[in-house]
């Protein structure tokens, strides 16, 4: 069904939002390709998971995955108590995570509510550090179309980078695919030049043929990565979960060519978390995902255990969280 | 920016918490004992390292084994009630769960395996196997198979899971009050006589469990002894027979479990990427050496296709390499006599013109390897969809229909496992109440445990391991 196409170039998700597979005429349509994908069953997903999780990445191959994680975080704060100052704070760790070593990698981005993001792109300057918003009525999503694409405009000429999207549980839970479909075109178009993530919100869809289903209508909507959550609704990013979506945006780019990014959120805390995330990425999608281009934790305590983790790894000492910065 | 390449950095598990000794001797009436006979080297395969000098029993050897054995029969074992039998096992049960890493270590040295596999299978397994049957050595009147035991059981076993197998042998008969002499296998002998150890570290009244060592003609003498009432082997089809032959014309009860040829069976609503995996799993677990083991791949034409591209690119994922290593998927041949074997039929499978595949992956060079290879392109009627390969080697095969899928999975002299993968429950269970094979997965493959009854049809064997089936072997 899905395989057999040489993958000649790999590109981001095409500027036409156009669907390359064209299943999205209408409900019907849709619901038959979504549910013509193969299952997943939901033992099995999770035996595989936990056993790439008992891989043993030490030495170099930790060093390795340390700073790739570190560069991989969107550093996150979605909080109603955020202030200027807090999201300035952010900007400056995002930049230099660990002041103290310059070859500390950057990370990725930070990632902040649409208001914040004039002063989260003046915290992070010229840095390269992305900023990311959350809009669309974030976390529910429940708000009318029109209020979602002003929020996704208001963001986007404030300076964001990056989307990140809630898609319409209720919509895709009820069956309307198309609905689901039609609201990530609109707000994919709404983004203009800002690269679009859209969240699923797994721990609402529930079943993991649900995840697939969902990567599917979100990549095939034009979405440049599939995100598990808004970390508002447990569970949130979990190792099967994300091993789901790793396993769509590889069959999606056999299919079209075009490679979409996956950003597990919420929930991975720990480095040892990230670089189990890692291990799947590596052994699931391949290494052509070890990027940050195609690779995000969204995080926010997650940074200081990876700091903490490699100034173990480079001093041999175990510093404790006074010796990084705390939000 | 540069694509970083993940690669693993060696992690290997530490062998200092193993003390192997320079030579061994028999485990006879709780105490090591030199052999009469002379010795045989046992080798890590993984680096042809030989680990240690180990008794070969002789006829004169097993007979005092025997007697010792009948000795604990007679004067403690059978005598005692269930529930201080149960304490014993429980008791062991609890020291293997407490040196388990000893014993996975010592396992992936001697035979081979991946720690990975040795540390998250098979001792767990082993555990659970002493702790299940210690629940029934007192509850034996309501097993259904009454509750006297049948005396003396020889035991041997294969070295493909040599301390797994010792326990679904040693663990039910020491339940039903029986006493045992058990043979391992003569390139994986270490775990057992480490498990010896354990035997007398639980205390456990001399000669219950006897341990004597050796090749073919140690196994002979040991079915062979007059004082024997049950015979159980798990091992070749080949040497099954050559057993049965023995044991046939006097009172001894026999249970075998033997070879397969088992048919993993994908249909084309299957839940590809956990199907992938199961084949994975069936064939590559344990290098192949599984009686179980889903040797024959059968999948629906309509998929065959799709399910080949995402079953090689997995396989390409396939980490082969030192046991030892905690990242390791697929470790050492057992011997050099298997390795021969699985060429010898890899080789018949491209000269009867089937097409031949191996995992790009590099080899050590010492030690004894073979690469995660699959055959497309076979027929029934080629070897390698026929014979046992006891390899990581993949036939696979296609059909059409359900009717069709059943009749070449059934179409084997063995019938020992078969694996169905489909998202539609009412053809797992048609389909699994037509396939004439012990054990039947659906939507996974290679699960153990030791409620679970397991054992063959046809040149399979005869005889149920595990669950409260498992005890019928050992009582009367």
Redesign the interface.
Known sequence: ????MAVDAVEHAPETTAAPLDVARSDASLRRFLHGL????Q???E??AAALG?????????A??LD?AISMVDLTTLEGADTVGKVRALGAKAVHPDPSDPTCPRVAAVCVYPDMVATAKAAVGASGVKVASVATAFPSGRAALDVKLADTRDAVEAGADEIDMVIDRGAFLSGHYLAVYEEIVAVREACGPAHLKVILETGELATYDNVRRASWLAMLAGGHFIKTSTGKVQPAATLPVTMVML?AVRDYREATGVQIGVKPAGGIRSAKDAVKH??VV??VAG??W????WFRFGASTLLNDLLMQRIKLTTGRYSGPDYVTVD | ?A?????????PESRSIVDIRASYGLFVGGEFVDGHGSSFKTVNPATEEVLAEVAEADEHDVDLAVKAARRAYDRVWSRMPGAERAKYLFRIARIIAERSRELAVLESIDNGKPI?EAR?VDVPIVAAHFFYYAGWADKLKHSGYGETPLGVAAQVIPWNFPLMMLAWKVAPALACGNTVVLKPAETTPLTALLFAEICQQAELPPGVVNIVTGAGSTGQALVGHPDVDKVAFTGSTEVGKAIARTVAGTDKRLTLELGGKAANIVFD??????AV??VVNGIFFNQGHVCCAGSRLLVQES?A??VL??LKRRMA?LRVGDPLD??TDVGAINSPEQLARIRELSAAGEAEGAERWTAPCLLPDTGWWFAPTLFTDVTQAHRIAREEIFGPVLSVLTFRTPAEAVVKANNTPYGLSAGIWS?KGSRILQVASQLRAGVVWA??FNQFDPTSPFGGYKESGQGREGGRHGLEAYLR
């Open positions: 069904m899905l395989t057999g193969p299952g997943v069953d033992v099995g997903a035996a595989r008992t891989r043993s990445i030490k030495t170099t191959a930790k390795t995955a790739l396993e890692l291990v590596n052994e290494p052509d070890l990027d940050p281009d | 920016m694509r970083t390449e993940l690669e693993y950095a060696p992690a990975r998250d609503d299957a839940p590809l990427d956990q995996e199961g998929v296709e799709e591209h995402r994922t905690k990242n998202d939507n996974t």
